[in-house]
């Protein structure tokens, strides 16, 4: 089955400053690659998401960049503000209407002001 | 989109007892998963609640200890049974949903926090 790994655990950063958490994924099937911020107390909530007929999508202040050749993806937030300070995971899935997510481990994000 | 309100938030619970955490969604969702998050780590799948018939689980989760029932497209209940400390998670409903003509995405309710003690 699928695995994903995702690095750092924790990342601390400066208000203002850019932050880029990575992960890689094990099954070249995989073709749906959605990132989710968890703050405390509630669940995860999307962010972004790409599909692997692209290579780097962009929302404001978040980005992010896929390579299928390496397997890798990573999530780009720049000028980060204490607010998004959370959990985010990164996710991989076959097809996102009908199979799975298989999550990261989590990356533990602190923006101090 | 959906809006997923799942019930309780958070509970206390002895050990050897069960406990039903339910997930209402405000639209009628083809797929509906349930996870567990234990303290400080990812998301793990335990089954896919399927309408009208018998839940689909992962390995590592059998259906005595986390029964699950899916009368109709918008409401689903996990069970946990015969609970011990280690089941002390959170347990998060998801759905999954159109958001335009050819998009799908999941969405998560906010999570039963269950502390067994």
């Given at each position: 089955?699928?695995?994903?790994?995702?690095?750092?655990?924790?990342?601390?950063?400066?208000?203002?400053?850019?932050?880029?958490?990575?992960?890689?994924?094990?099954?070249?099937?995989?073709?749906?690659?959605?990132?989710?911020?968890?703050?405390?107390?509630?669940?995860?909530?999307?962010?972004?998401?790409?599909?692997?007929?692209?290579?780097?999508?962009?929302?404001?202040?978040?980005?992010?960049?896929?390579?299928?050749?390496?397997?890798?993806?990573?999530?780009?937030?720049?000028?980060?503000?204490?607010?998004?300070?959370?959990?985010?995971?990164?996710?991989?899935?076959?097809?996102?209407?009908?199979?799975?997510?298989?999550?990261?481990?989590?990356?533990?994000?602190?923006?101090?002001? | 989109?959906?809006?997923?309100?799942?019930?309780?938030?958070?509970?206390?619970?002895?050990?050897?007892?069960?406990?039903?955490?339910?997930?209402?969604?405000?639209?009628?969702?083809?797929?509906?998963?349930?996870?567990?998050?234990?303290?400080?780590?990812?998301?793990?799948?335990?089954?896919?609640?399927?309408?009208?018939?018998?839940?689909?689980?992962?390995?590592?989760?059998?259906?005595?200890k986390f029964p699950i029932s899916r009368p109709n497209l918008t409401f689903s209940t996990l069970t946990v049974s015969n609970m011990s400390p280690e089941d002390s998670s959170i347990y998060l409903c998801s759905v999954v949903a159109?958001?335009?003509?050819?998009?799908?995405?999941?969405?998560?309710?906010?999570?039963?926090?269950?502390?067994?003690?």
């Open positions: 089955g699928e695995n994903v790994e995702q690095h750092p655990s924790t990342l601390s950063v400066q208000e203002g400053d850019s932050a880029v958490i990575k992960c890689t994924y094990s099954d070249s099937a995989s073709n749906y690659f959605p990132w989710y911020k968890q703050e405390l107390g509630k669940g995860p909530q999307l962010i972004i998401d790409i599909r692997s007929n692209v290579g780097e999508k962009k929302d404001q202040r978040i980005a992010v960049t896929l390579n299928k050749t390496a397997k890798h993806f990573s999530l780009h937030i720049t000028e980060t503000q204490p607010e998004d300070s959370a959990v985010y995971f990164c996710a991989a899935s076959k097809n996102p209407g009908y199979s799975t997510l298989t999550f990261g481990k989590g990356t533990m994000l602190l923006v101090s002001p | 989109s959906a809006v997923i309100s799942q019930k309780p938030s958070r509970d206390i619970c002895q050990r050897g007892t069960s406990l039903t955490i339910q997930c209402q969604v405000d639209s009628q969702v083809t797929m509906m998963f349930w996870y567990r998050q234990q303290p400080g780590q990812s998301l793990t799948l335990i089954a896919t609640a399927n309408q009208g018939s018998e839940a689909t689980y992962e390995s590592g989760f059998v259906i005595d159109r958001t335009g003509v050819t998009n799908t995405e999941a969405f998560f309710g906010q999570g039963t926090r269950l502390t067994v003690v």
